[in-house]
């Protein structure tokens, strides 16, 4: 039963711009607005790599340096939706995006959140 479900990837050109949406269902919808929400992405035969971050009170953010002032978190707490705008994409950016949630930020980071979505990929060709 999936309770994150990613979507909005797509094949794009270096430069353009591309939104990503998590919705949260079930058991995750109803822990999503105490939650914190993140961002990972994955490159096959390497380990998943922090994005980005977005608390669920004072919807602090935090981002990677990679992806810092290109790309935006952002969530909906109502709709129990998470939002990842990003712009001026690169071919470096080119991964499966994921997103999970977690109340311990710690534990999260480190990718240890039981609530994970199944991935969209990001292609972005030069």
């Known amino acids: 039963q999936l309770q994150l479900v990613e979507s909005g990837g797509g094949l794009v050109q270096a430069g353009d711009s591309l939104s990503l949406s998590c919705a949260a269902s079930g058991r995750a919808f109803r822990s999503f607005g105490t939650y914190a929400l993140g961002w990972f992405r994955q490159v096959p035969g390497k380990e998943r790599e922090f994005v980005a971050l977005i608390l669920s009170d004072d919807m602090k953010t935090y981002y990677a340096d990679s992806v810092k002032g290109r790309f935006t978190i952002a969530r909906d707490n109502a709709r129990g939706t998470g939002y990842l705008q990003m712009n001026s994409l690169r071919p470096e950016d080119t991964a499966v995006y994921y997103c999970?949630?977690?109340?311990?930020?710690?534990?999260?980071?480190?990718?240890?959140?039981?609530?994970w979505g199944q991935g969209t990929q990001v292609t972005v060709s030069s």
């Open positions: 999970t949630m977690d109340w311990d930020i710690n534990r999260l980071r480190a990718t240890g959140s039981k609530y």
